[in-house]
């Protein structure tokens, strides 16, 4: 595939405390995404960066959740405090040429 | 206004059959794509096909073709003969804008299961 690495695959963390979930993409791309899917909402996307620059970030649900792209080789979405509610499974993705890539995603549990 | 509706959330087919996946799309940009994903039930989103507003044959990908009607707005997948590992939840999407600037909408996606 077009190479998006996400970590950790899994996370099964507690109510309240910090999670942090990372993205390394392919060299070359245009756009960074980072989606939340969960059943009852489906694929929501929550920010996107171009040239390492937010956007949009209008999908973010509060300030709870931050994300951050210090160069096109590495992005992180935080997210303190975690709640139940949070528990999804996070994709990052990137254009390259016309067409979205997915990483395999982070699938978070807070308990 | 949905941008992508796909209306069927839960199909079946027989294997070696053809499956049709509905697919309508709205938009007022001349300059669009339009993207099929396969999510298989460990998750990831794998590309499959990608048509370009301009592209005036349907896009076709080995087994998939999507066939693409412009003018009723609709983008539907067709998978042929069909195979167990077909089953999986596909989604539709559709990339607006120009150069680096891109939205991407996706549908609510359709659960496909392929029945021996």
């Known amino acids: 595939d077009a190479g998006v690495i996400q970590s950790p695959r899994h996370e099964v963390t507690e109510m309240g405390q910090e999670v942090t979930l990372r993205c390394k993409p392919i060299?070359?791309?245009?756009?960074l995404f980072w989606y939340r899917q969960t059943m009852m909402r489906g694929l929501e996307l929550l920010i996107y960066?171009?040239?390492?620059?937010?956007?949009?970030d209008s999908g973010m649900p509060e300030d709870r959740f931050s994300a951050k792209m210090p160069n096109a080789s590495f992005s992180t979405l935080k997210i303190q405090p975690s709640e139940p509610r949070d528990s999804a499974v996070y994709f990052c993705?990137?254009?390259?040429?016309?067409?979205?890539?997915f990483g395999e995603g982070s699938w978070l549990t807070v308990v | 206004a949905q941008k992508i509706t796909q209306t069927q959330p839960g199909m079946f087919v027989q294997e070696k059959e053809a499956v049709t996946l509905d697919c309508t799309y709205d938009?007022?940009?001349?300059?669009?794509?339009l993207f099929w994903y396969k999510q298989p039930s460990s998750g990831e989103m794998i590309f499959l096909i990608y048509?370009?507003?301009?592209?005036?044959q349907n896009a076709t990908e080995g087994r998939y073709s999507l066939n693409f009607q412009k003018a009723r707005k609709s983008a539907n997948l067709v998978i042929s003969a069909s195979q167990l590992g077909d089953s999986a939840m596909y989604f539709c999407?559709?990339?607006?804008?120009?150069?680096?600037?891109?939205?991407?909408?996706f549908g609510s996606g359709t659960k496909l299961n392929v029945k021996p």
């Open positions: 993705a990137i254009t390259y040429g016309n067409t979205i890539y």
């Open positions: 048509q370009g507003s301009y592209d005036e």
């Open positions: 999407a559709m990339r607006e804008g120009l150069g680096n600037f891109n939205k991407f909408y």
């Open positions: 938009t007022s940009d001349q300059s669009y794509g």
């Open positions: 060299s070359g791309h245009n756009s």
């Open positions: 960066f171009n040239n390492n620059v937010p956007i949009d």
